[in-house]
């Protein structure tokens, strides 16, 4: 198709703005219209559902269909009834909820009686686009977004009041909306600004602050003393549709207007939609797949269209940002470029617990600019206050989930060679985390204490006791899964000590990483938890659910150490028991379709809590690739094919990814798997291993960022592949024999061809 002008100069303001180094290009291939946005709708919580926003927007415009709580909320596609269209699903965060309506005879009354029905034979979703038409009123809604301007479109019938209403206050999925303001600036123009209350998660409130535009006269507006909530009326006969654009920001209304003057400065909504589906094309468009079906393509695409967002945008157009780190709300200053404009964005993120096996290794490779981005984002974190973050929200620290997660992350993006961010920096903050006072020393959600993550245990016994002998400061006080988490995350820290010349660092945190090996047990075969004298858990149920393990049984938990498997094996007896072992684990999963449940809502049911492999969460998503390093890249090969079948197919609203999509972490992954291709240690080793898998499809070209790496294109072609050939037959790169069970990162980045002969027997 043949872009307008003004979706032209948009699109490079975008570019600019977003560090987007490769410009959309037109070409027949659209992968956005191969997503499936109502993959697992029915299982929605808050921040999950997207439609119109961008790649990490800081507007995730959408429909709510339920708005009480943080679970189970936003767009949930078995439920019939709208209560809004809200700007902001975000971990922990909301905000700016508005509702087309037809205003009678009792305007007021609507204040508080706005909900509509809708049928999704009238509704269309795509990415960047969402339709829907509300049949209490009759209007139908149309809604697509920039990266922090929401613009809506509404077609009111005929001969009725139109009007529009503002709901400012109550609870708004994970937050209670309080202090709601709207003031009329102009005969089409209003700002305002609800915050949000602070949560369990979140400690701090937020304002939110918008600025919105009309393209027609607000009539006048209906409020009730005391009542925040406000209608705008536009009056009745309206000759064409009311457009509406809705800019945000965490610092100021100002800067809400700057937002909206620099990104969407006009009125047309189908430039707007083309210009965001644009952006979608280019980010989801750096890999092309061919063969297998077509619903196995429109589910990879959809995957990696989660991996893409989830985390959001808090920063505006001109770098101002909201920093909650400090006793007092500060509004801090990101560094700029000589043109002005930022060196990058601020975030918001859920917990990069998890992130070692999935965006870390799909950023690191397919979008480097974005790991970055976020490495300096979390930088600027520390500089505010003081630790590097491991999820925050509101410009605070939220210390969701355990250790110092982080760090794999950025060692990870060092190791890959990307180097727009200061490293010196980055360790020094990284260090204190491993340390007394640091992210080891915060349990789940512990703000106010540091007592809970146990670090002090950790580096004196060798391990992290359970129960907590100092008592319970938060959340996730599971010794065992700590210990384990820590080990690695030290491994990572001491290779990158290593690589910066600190050898004596590297040497302590390396023996460190050995303290896995303090909680294996000979007799049970299994990581067992200990308390603070030594004792062991007793009794003691490796199926047991949580209990020393975070999220997880110990079956799932024990083969969390992804620095040192053969150590682990060692320990196990050797190899070919671990190898029994674990395939034993994975015979006895796949009855259940390797999850615990199709959603993280039953994962505690008494059933699917006992199952040993569970790929609908974190703590045990790597095993199937453990049989690499166990001498039998054969089950590898098999496990990770099965898992791909059954766990990550589906292509429909009650199912998708059986578990926690915690912001593109499952999404990461099902991308990752798909082509075959794993990192065991996220690639934080110098030169870092991609371990192969079986793909599912004949070809994927994954097209190479070439501001940070070498070649042009990196292809992996499947010969003779199909559902059963599970097994590797033959391997070459650029036609060379590739010897044991990877490539290295240099050789992929280098770009070429990597061929297989794929068969259904394994080769012997």
Known sequence: ??????????????????????????????????????????????????????????????????????????YRYDTDTIKGFSHIHAWQMSGVSVMPLIVEDSATAHLNDYYSHFSHEGETVEPGYHQVYLTRFGVDAE?????????????????????????????????EMVNGELTQTGSRVLR?????????????????????????????????????????????????????????????????ALNMQTELPGWDFEATVAETQAVWNEYLGRIE???????????????????????RTISDVNGAYPDNTGEQFRIGQLPLNADGTPQFRHFNSDSFWGAQWTISVLWGLVYPEIMEEFANSFLQYYKDGGLIPRGPSGGNY??????????????????????????????????????????????????????????EDYIAMGYVPYPNPRGRFGGHEQGAGQTLEYSYQDWTLAQLAKSLGKTADADYFLKRSSN????????????????????????????DYGKGYVE???????????????????????????????????????????????????????????????????????????????????????????????????????????????QGLMGSLSVMMKLGLFQMNAGTEENPLYELGSPIFDKAIIKLNPNYYPGENFIIEAEN????????????????????????????????????????EPKI
């Open 143 to 175: 809604l697509t977004a920039t990266h922090r301007v929401g613009m809506h479109r509404y077609t009111f019938p005929e001969e009725k009041a139109a009007g529009i209403l503002f709901n400012l206050a109550g609870m708004l999925g994970p937050s």
């Open 552 to 662: 997880a049984n110990g079956a799932q938990f024990t083969w969390f150490v992804p620095h040192d498997l053969p150590g682990l094996a060692e320990l196990m007896g050797g190899k070919e028991k671990a190898v029994e072992k674990l395939n034993r684990q994975f015979e006895e999963s796949e009855s259940l379709g390797f999850t615990s449940g199709t959603s993280h809502a039953v994962e505690t049911h008494p059933e699917y809590r006992r199952i040993p492999i569970n790929y609908g969460n974190q703590p045990s998503m790597q095993a199937a690739f453990i049989f690499n390093y166990l001498d039998r890249p054969d089950l590898t090969q098999y496990w990770s094919k099965k898992v791909i079948n059954r766990a990550f197919s589906a292509l429909t609203p009650q199912l998708g990814f059986n578990g926690d999509e915690d």
């Open 721 to 760: 592949n199909g559902p059963e050939s599970y097994y590797i037959h033959e391997k070459q790169l650029n036609g060379t024999a590739v010897p044991g069970f990877g490539i290295r990162h240099g050789d992929i980045v280098s770009g070429g061809v990597l061929k297989l002969v794929m068969g259904k």
């Open 192 to 256: 305002g600004r609800v915050t949000n209350s602070p949560t369990s998660r979140r400690p701090k409130p937020l304002t939110v602050y918008f600025h919105v535009e009309l393209d027609h006269d607000i009539d006048s507006i209906y409020t009730l003393e005391g009542e925040p909530n406000k209608i705008l009326s536009l009056g009745s006969n309206l000759s064409k549709p009311v457009l509406m654009k809705v800019a945000i920001s965490y610092t100021s209304a100002e800067n809400a």
């Open 1 to 74: 198709m043949k872009y307008p002008l003004c979706f032209l100069i948009g699109l490079t303001l975008y570019i600019q703005a977003c560090k987007q180094p490769l410009e959309p290009t037109e070409t027949a291939f659209r992968p956005v219209e191969l997503v499936y946005p109502l993959l697992d709708a029915a299982n929605s919580r808050w921040f999950f559902f997207s439609s119109a926003t961008r790649p990490f927007g800081m507007v995730n415009l959408s429909p709510d269909n339920q708005i009480e709580g943080a679970w189970g909320t936003g």
């Open 398 to 455: 939220t210390y969701v989930m355990t250790g110092a997660s982080s760090t794999p992350f950025f060692v990870s993006a060092y190791q890959k060679g990307m180097r727009g961010f200061d490293i010196n920096l980055a360790y020094e903050g990284l260090k204190k985390n491993h340390m007394p006072g640091g992210m080891m020393s915060k349990s789940g959600y512990e703000h106010n204490t540091g007592l809970g993550g146990n670090v």
């Open 289 to 311: 797949v061919e063969g297998a079906t077509e619903e196995q393509q429109r589910r990879f695409y959809t995957d990696l269209w989660k991996a893409l967002q989830g985390r």
């Open 516 to 543: 896995y090996k303090n909680l294996y047990d000979p007799e049970t075969t299994w990581i067992r938890p200990k308390d603070s004298n030594g004792n062991w858990l007793t009794p003691f149920d490796p199926y």
